[in-house]
C-alpha cells in the first residue's frame, strides 16, 4: 500500500476535505493546512513526498510558500488557483511549482496528476554518479540541487535547473524547444514554446547577472538553444 505523505495547504474546508478523501482512497497519508503562516516550516519539518499549495490563502500566498519551499526542497508541488489568467500560472511555475489545476476540477483528476508527477520522479530519479557538471565557470551539484559560479550560488527553480544541467550535459549541442520540455519536466504536461523561452530569458538573467553581459546560453534560430 502506497503511504507517501502528502500536505494539502488550502483554506477551504470542504475543498480540502474532499481531496484528502480521494487521496486516501488511493492510499496516500494527509496532512491539512488551512492557513499559509506555518506551512513552509512544516513542509520543512514533515518532509512529504508531495505539496498541494492553493495560490491564495490567508497569512501567507501560495506563490510565497512555493519560492520559499524551492530554498531547501525539490518536493513535487501541485498548485491550486482560482485565478485562470495566463500570466498567474506562468508566475507559479516560474517559482517552481511543477503544475497547476484551475478551480473547479475534478478530484480524481487531481489524484491523477500527483501519480503521474510522482512516477514521473521515480523513472528519472537524481543523478548520484557525478558529483558536480562544469563549464566555463559554471558548476551543478546535481545531488544538492545546487548551482555556484565562483563562491556566489544561483537560486534557480527546478525547471531552470534541470533545463541547465541538459544544456551543460553536452555543450554545443542544439537543444530544440521539445528537448529541453522533456528533459525539464517529470511529468506529461505540454508546454508552449513560450513558457520554455520564457524559463531560458530568466536562466540567462541569473546567469548573466552572477559572469557579466557575456552570453552563454545561444539562440540557434528555428531549431532551439546551446550552451556554449
Known sequence: MNEQKIII?????????ILVDYLKKDGFKTIVLH????????????????????????????????REVRQFSTVPIL??????????????LEMGADDYVCKPFLPREVVARVRTILRRIRQHPVITTEDKIEYRGIVLYPERFQCKIGEEEIELTPVEFRMLQTLMSQPGRVYSRENLM???????????DRTIDSHIKNLRKKLSDAVGDEEIIHSIYGMGYKIE
Open 182 to 192: 522533456n528533459f525539464s519536466y517529470r511529468d506529461d504536461r505540454i508546454v508552449s
Open 79 to 92: 498548485m491550486l488557483t482560482a485565478k485562470v489568467d495566463e500570466i498567474d500560472r506562468l508566475i507559479g
Open 35 to 66: 492557513d499559509g503562516s506555518n506551512a513552509v516550516e512544516t513542509i520543512k519539518d514533515s518532509n512529504p513526498a508531495f505539496v498541494i499549495l492553493d495560490l491564495m490563502l490567508p497569512g501567507k500566498d501560495g506563490l510565497s510558500i512555493c
Open 9 to 17: 495547504v488550502e483554506d477551504e474546508a470542504k475543498i480540502a476535505q
